[in-house]
Structures are given as C-alpha cells and as structure tokens.
C-alpha cells in the first residue's frame, strides 16, 4: 500500500493510479459499469420514444400538434444535450465526477417525467414541453461528459478499451427497448395514455439507478489531483477489499509507479483552451475528426433509414420499426463482441480498421443500392454488418476523447468533442432527407453520392488515426497524457505514451 503525505497545497508522492490499474474484474466493476453505463441506454431510450410518438402526437386524441411542432421536440432536446454537456462537464471536472452523475440522472428524471405531463397543444404547453424536453436532454449530455471520465478513471487500463466501447454502444439496447415498448404501449393503449407511459419509461429506470450510483466511490484518481489524498486512500481501500474478498491476490506496487503531484488551482477555460489548442492540438485534431465523422454518418442513416424503407422498397411505416431492431441489434453486437481487440490488438489498429471498413462496405452497398439490386431485407441485413463494424468505431470515438486528455480538463475535453460531434452532425438528416426528394420522385442516384461522401468521411478518419493516433491500450491515463498538476521529477516520466 502506498503511503501518502501532504495536503490541497503540499507535494502529493501516491501510487493510486497504478493501484487501480493492477486491479482484476471484481463485482464492484460489474456494478459500477451497470450503474453508470444506463446513461447510454437511457438516451436510446428518449430518443426512439420520441421518434415512434412523434406521429401520435399530432393526432387529435393526443396533442393535435403540428409536424412542425412535433419535428421541433428532438432538435431541441438535442440542444439540451450539448448545453448539458458542456455545462456539466465543466462542473464534473470541478466539484467531482459523483457528485455530476448523480445530479445529471436527477435532472434527466425530472425533465423527461414533466414531458408526461403536457396536457394541451396551446403556446403554453408547447412551450412546456420543449422546456421539459430541454432539461431532459441536458441531463444526459452532462451524463456523457461525467460518466465517460467516471469508468476511465475507476476501470482497470487492461480492460479499459473494452468496457468504454461496450458501453457506449448500449445506446442501442435503449434503442431496441424504446421500439418494442412504444409498439406496445400505442397498440395496446388509448394513444393519450401510451404516449406518457413511454416518456414515463426513462425515468422509472432512473431512480431504481439513484440509489445504486449513491455507494458508488468517488474516482480515487480525481481526489488525488484536487489533494484530497486521504479520501483516495479510502476510495481505492475499498475497491482492493472487494477484490481481496473476491479471491484476487493484490501483489504489491513499486515506488517506480508512485506519481508526484502539486494539486493547483481549479482550471478555467484558459487553461482548457491551452491543452486542446496548444500543447495536444494534434489530439484535438484527432478526437474532433473522430467525433464528427461518426456523428454525420448515424444521423444521416439512422434518422432517414424509414424514409429509404418506406420511399424506395415501399414498406408501410408501421412495419417499419421491425427492420429498425434488425439494424440496432447490430449496432448492439458490434462493441460487444469486438470491443475487446481495441485492447489486445491496439488502438491505432483498430480504430483506423473500423473506420476505413465501414466506410469501404457503406460505398459498396451505395453502389449496390443505386443498381436497384437490393430489397429491404438486404438492405437491412447489409446496413447491419456495416454497422456492426461502424457502431465500435464510433464508440471508440468516446473512448478516444476520454482517455488521451489530462485528468483535469477530462471531463470538460469529452463535452467540447461531444458538442461539436452533435451540432456537426445535425445537418447529415437535413442533407440526407434532401437527397432523397420527394415522394413521387426518389433519386437513388443521389442518394448513392450522399453514401459516397459519408464513406468517404469515415475513411479519412481512419487514415488520420493511422497517422497520428495515440496507442493506448493497457496504459495508465497518467501515462497517456500527464496530469496538468504532476511534479516534473515524477517516476512516471519516462514512461509517457507518445503520439503516433
């Protein structure tokens, strides 16, 4: 066990990264990731609630609101989403990565149980309900950030990748969920019944998830760089008896691994401008292309994807939600099962392989696609493959953001490239669904060049990766990208992780 001595304003010399990365798998991380990993699940969840409602809302047993209105609901809880992000992310870094992940999934309960709530279609209640909507999507953009930093610092470096890029892809299984329950809930149900319960679904969740993040530890790792080094001890002790508990034999960890840290003053946005811009602009580089590319990819297919069903292979809209849980199941599958390679065969390898591959097999499906040779069921099973492979390349998006940034300005670092990925990526349905045209006339030919240029964006971002990726794979975040308050003399030093 490391000692540690020192306070907020002294030297802190403690060996607490390295204690936490020589950890095995224990039940505590099982719990951790459950508890903190329904925040992807949960905006799957809102999101496809809210598209498969959208229709029934504008019925007069319902709201009666326009299509303008109802459109208006996602663009605004996406707005919500990158506020929160940037917001939260912020205090995360500041007061605690606790202390955010509990008040984000509050924030997201209250604002998505109010929606339930609307009870009219005047200025008023529309106005309600973007309100509602807005605080909904503010909590889960301040879960991304929060999160995110959360399961890195507590995750052992060995499983590091693996457990990231799972995680983010549950998105889908909030996606699958929200198809079945809603189908459920406005067959079985009087439509102004069934739309509530569906808002209503999320936060039931939530707060069966409140009280199981409450005994989660703060990250040892955050403490340690704000000095409150007693506390990291704690945190860490408890996560070894757990393991020890479990039958986990803990050998010890060497002075070479202790690092030296002077906790500094709380960083502003200065500072955060400094890291991105100056001093790791390539990374930045890197995780902005990252992000963006995958986030004008899904929005592009995902948001148009009953429109191409529906327009060129003539499925009627109600069936369209079963080629929809075809196409999420494999974006489920994908960082499920090969998540685990961006550990074992690396970063770089993976990252630029997913990237490139997806956007090679979408031009080739385009292709197929504009001869007129598939049928809705082909296209569905080729959208899937694609994605199966696309989905952990846009996981290992996150994972990128979150791992190669200091400590410090982690949490903040994730919310920039998660805000820009969104407001980017917003224009891929507006351009997509343009592309299409309209009903009497759909052009798959320019369709396929919308195809072209989403699989050439991905493939650029894989070559990018190949060039100037970080390899990360089973290393300490302290070794990745030296915390903003490590003591130049630190043992560490010379073990840094270098660019490319």
Known sequence: MSMLSGNVTGTIRSAIPARVDRLRWTPFHTRMVVALG???????????????????????????????????????????????????GRLSDRLGRKKLFLVTLAVYLGGSALTALTAGNTTGWIVFMYLTRFIAGTGIGGE?????????????????????????????AGAILGT????????????????????????????VVIFVRRNLPESPRWLLMHGRAAEAEEAVSRIEREALAAGQQLEAVGESKAIEIKPAPRTGYL????????????????????MITQSFLYNAIFFTYTLVLTKFYGV???????????????????????????????????????????GLLLAVSGYLFELGVLTAVTQTVLW???????????SSAYLTCS?????????????????????????????????I??????????????????????????????????KAERASLEDIAEPLSAVGNSPRASRRVSDA
């Open 316 to 358: 009627k809209a109600s069936n369209a939600p079963l080629y929809l849980i075809v196409f999420a199941a494999g974006n489920l599958l994908g960082p499920l099962t090969i998540g685990r390679l961006f550990d074992t065969i690396g970063r770089k390898q993976m990252i630029a392989g997913t990237y490139g591959a997806s």
């Open 437 to 470: 045209g309209d009903q009497q006339h759909p052009d798959p030919t320019r369709l396929f060049y919308g195809y072209v240029f989403a699989a050439a964006v991905m493939v650029q971002a894989g070559v990018l990766e190949a060039l100037i990726g970080v």
């Open 271 to 290: 500072t955060l401008a400094y890291v991105l811009f100056k001093r790791y602009w390539p990374r930045s580089l890197l995780g902005a292309t990252l």
């Open 403 to 435: 791992e190669i940034f200091p400590l410090e300005i982690r949490a903040q670092a994730i919310a920039f490239f998660f805000a820009i990925a969104q407001i980017c990526g917003a224009a891929g349905p507006w351009i997509f669904a343009h592309l």
């Open 180 to 207: 079945l329950v809603t189908s459920l809930l406005l067959h079985q149900l009087a439509p102004n019944i069934g739309w509530r319960l569906g808002f209503l679904l999320g936060p039931v969740l939530a707060v």
């Open 384 to 394: 899937s493959v694609i994605f199966f492979i696309a989905s952990a390349a846009a």
């Open 144 to 172: 991304y950030a929060a999160i995110n930093s959360a399961i890195d610092e507590l995750i052992p470096a060995r499983y590091r990748g693996r457990v990231d890029i799972a995680v983010n892809g549950t998105y889908w």
């Open 38 to 88: 329904v925040a992807w699940v949960l905006d799957g969840l809102e999101i496809t609630i809210a598209s498969s409602i959208a229709g029934d809302l504008t019925s007069k047993s319902t709201l009666n609101l326009s299509s303008t209105a109802v459109g208006a609901i996602a663009t605004v809880y996406l707005a919500g989403e990158v506020v929160g992000a940037l917001g939260f």
